[in-house]
């Protein structure tokens, strides 16, 4: 999760550098233009947070380093977008003014590399360590922070989440209800997987015959199966 911001913008630079000296030089703007609304559409917060969170993108020698498509490389903290987005994290993270507070204090000390984090030690593993392992090591001056840093960069890159929802979409809108327009069929499937989470917190999830019924929420053929829900229920 703590990469991806970085390698979309490697990405789109090593376009240029192979398309802008050769015949399919003219095409690379609008081929530009294409990547970066497409990129807009997928960046999410998580991904500036995530971005910013990873110590080794602060490294002296990775901001120095060339770059692809010759535009100088930048500190997540000196990029606009990436802090307006850590930032909108925070508002939703923190749980009331003051926690939200201390987590911009906190990340300042770290961007800042203050404390723990301005020694030899924090700088030279920053580009070893995996920054999971480094925020272990070095950040017990913000534990709140590293807290929250070790959760997101732990965060796998799957579709498995956009695929669920095109399989709840798939039992929504079909041959037999093809009239509901987007609008409408968007809404039902956003109710629908919220409700699915709101039922783990319920009792009759944790136990009965219904126990953990979508052990299996990736199958696109779970109202077909004729297993009994009493044959998936978890192992103790």
């Not at 807290?147 to 796998?156: F, G, H, N």
């Amino acid at each position: 999760m703590g990469e991806i911001y970085e390698k979309m913008d490697c990405m789109i630079g090593e376009i240029r550098d192979l398309l802008i000296n050769n015949k399919h030089a003219v095409d690379y703007m609008k081929m530009e233009e294409i990547l970066v609304s497409r990129w807009e559409k997928m960046n999410i917060t998580m991904h500036c947070l995530g971005f910013a969170l990873n110590p080794f993108f602060y490294d002296s020698k990775y901001l120095n380093a060339k770059v692809p498509g010759g535009v100088p490389r930048r500190a997540p903290n000196q990029d606009r977008e990436v802090v307006a987005e850590v930032l909108k994290a925070f508002d939703r993270i923190g749980e009331d003014e003051n926690e939200k507070a201390e987590l911009r204090k906190q990340l300042a000390k770290f961007q800042n590399k203050q404390g723990m984090f301005g020694t030899t030690f924090a700088r030279i593993d920053a580009t070893t360590m995996s920054p999971i392992s480094w925020w272990s090591t070095y950040g017990s001056e913000t534990l709140e922070l590293a807290e929250i840093a070790i959760r997101v960069l732990s965060q796998p890159i799957s579709s498995s989440s956009t695929e669920r929802v095109w399989s709840t979409y798939s039992y929504i809108h079909n041959i037999k209800r093809n009239r509901l327009n987007t609008k409408r069929a968007d809404k039902l499937v956003f109710i629908h997987s919220n409700i699915r989470l709101l039922s783990r917190f319920t009792t009759s999830y944790k136990e009965g015959p219904c126990k953990k019924w979508d052990i299996d929420p990736e199958s696109t053929y779970f109202d077909d199966s004729t297993v009994r829900l009493e044959d998936l229920r978890w192992d103790d």
